[in-house]
């Protein structure tokens, strides 16, 4: 059975992966907006409705977000061998 249908939770998720700050204490249309705006500067614009989109884009902020630490770890230690 494929899901078509995408949950709250998953919007949830994508939103705090995004931005761990984010107010989850909004109503659904809103949520739905925000993943909406995220998906569209990630590149998967108008994939706002599409399961399986939305499953990738969680993937990439995921691979971002670990992108992300690397770098900033990666710097720091440049920065000390420069010392």
Sequence with gaps: MTRTKISIADINRLLQLYD???????IDKQKRSSSSSIMTKIGFYGQC????AMEQAINAVVSRNVYMKQFKATTVIQNCIRK
């Design 49 to 52: 409705n599409n399961f399986k």
């Design 20 to 26: 761990p700050n984010a107010n989850l204490n909004v």
